[in-house]
């Protein structure tokens, strides 16, 4: 029998470059290193201590050791009628001031920016940016002056004789809404700004050729164009208002009875005030859960080609 020659590497291989050494890690993955390591050691590690907490019954106070609990914290959440309360509160507050309120403004104003004199823009931008670049607790305060039984709003009804009420009372989560999108809109006309910039001016003047409106060419032309921002408008939107806290907890603190209290305020009552970590950690979780929901639907309308 005569013998096989070995087969050469092959080229550019690092058996072919460097003969005698396995394969090594590619150059290019070497700058990711650092990056990969501050991910795993400041998020995926906090994160999964987290985890293990919210299976923990771990108090602030009165406990010698914590012990595992098991889904006993999630268990006692879904019994909870507090809970449930925040959970529906939660998704009105983000449906009412990002879905609808913060989109829907910033689009409008995007549009009707475009078609606006250039003082009237820099005027309308920059009293909508100011309000997104005030810190949350200076906008809760306004928004609290605001709303309050002796606020602005209700001295401008009085002035025009109409009845007032004690906003913050009767309909805080209406409040809290109202002041998240006063506070944020200016992401979203400035997503949607960027967006209208891209469409090509020729389609639209096709379609005004064609006897098309405005409605007809916002809703068939610029719509399907933009829809990928969107997507994107929609999940950072979402994914923010989901995580508001400052801006409620200054305006109404969740209350009056508990009206107001989205899932980050009852999350921070259970486990700073009631002292019940576990507990607290359990709903932070749900609450990360309710978020990675909104995303995958989210992401699914990325994937889809315009």
Known sequence: MTATAPRPPLANTPEATHPGRGPRLPVRVLPLTPAVVLLLLFLAGPIAYCVFIAFTDLQLTGQAEDSFVGFENFTRAFGDEAFLNAVWLTLVFTVLSSLVGQNTLGLALAALMRRASKPVRTLTGGIVVTAWVLPEVVAGFLLYAFFRREGTLNALLDWLHLPSQNWLFTLPILAVSFANVWRGTAFSMLVYSAALNEIPQEITEAAEVDGAGGWRRMWHITLPMIRRSIATNLMLNTLQTLS???????????????????????????????????????????????????????????RTEV
């Open 244 to 302: 508001v806290f400052g801006l409620i907890w200054v305006m109404t603190r969740g209350g009056p009875g508990g009206k107001s209290q989205t899932l980050p305020l009852f999350m921070y009552e259970q486990a700073f005030q009631n002292s019940l970590i576990g507990y607290g950690t359990a709903v932070a979780l749900l609450l990360l859960l309710v978020g990675s929901l909104f995303s995958l639907v989210y992401l699914r309308l990325l």
